[in-house]
C-alpha cells in the first residue's frame, strides 16, 4: 500500500557522482523524516544522511562535503546527490521514511528495496 523505490545505482569511477532518488507512493497522508542507509561487504547497516519534512539536513562525517541530500515534497521523492566519490563508499544504498498512511494514526517506518553503488576503476 505504502511503499518506497530506489532508483537503481550504478557502477561509477573514484571521484564520479552518482544521484540516487527515492518515491514514496501509495495511500500516504504524511510524510515526515527521509533520509539513506548504506550497508558495506561485511558491515552493519549505516545512516548516511537525513532530510526533515521541513528541508532540515544532516549528513554523516564521512560524507560531509561529498554527499547531499533534498527532497521534493510534491513529489514525495528525496534524493541523494554523491559526488567525489571513493571506493569506501561502495555499498548497498537504502532509502528510509517515516509515513503516516491515510487512515492510520501512526507513522511507520517504511524502508526502500536497496540499490547497489560501485565505486571502482
Known amino acids: 500500500q505504502v511503499q518506497l523505490v530506489e532508483s537503481e545505482g550504478g557502477l561509477v569511477q573514484p571521484g564520479g557522482s552518482l544521484r540516487l532518488s527515492c518515491a514514496a507512493s501509495?495511500?500516504?497522508?504524511?510524510?515526515?523524516?527521509m533520509g539513506w542507509y548504506r550497508q558495506a561487504p561485511g558491515k552493519s547497516r549505516e545512516w548516511v544522511a537525513t532530510?526533515?519534512?521541513?528541508?532540515?539536513?544532516n549528513v554523516d562525517d564521512s560524507v560531509k562535503g561529498r554527499f547531499f541530500i533534498s527532497r521534493d515534497n510534491g513529489k514525495n521523492t528525496t534524493y541523494l546527490q554523491m559526488n567525489s566519490l571513493k571506493p569506501e563508499d561502495t555499498a548497498v544504498y537504502y532509502c528510509?521514511?517515516?509515513?503516516?498512511?491515510?487512515?492510520?494514526?501512526?507513522?511507520?517506518?517504511?524502508w526502500g528495496q536497496g540499490t547497489q553503488v560501485t565505486v571502482s576503476s
Open positions: 528510509n521514511a517515516m509515513i503516516r498512511a491515510i487512515a492510520t494514526p501512526y507513522e511507520y517506518d517504511y
Open positions: 501509495g495511500s500516504i497522508f504524511s510524510i515526515y523524516g
Open positions: 532530510v526533515s519534512s521541513g528541508g532540515r539536513t
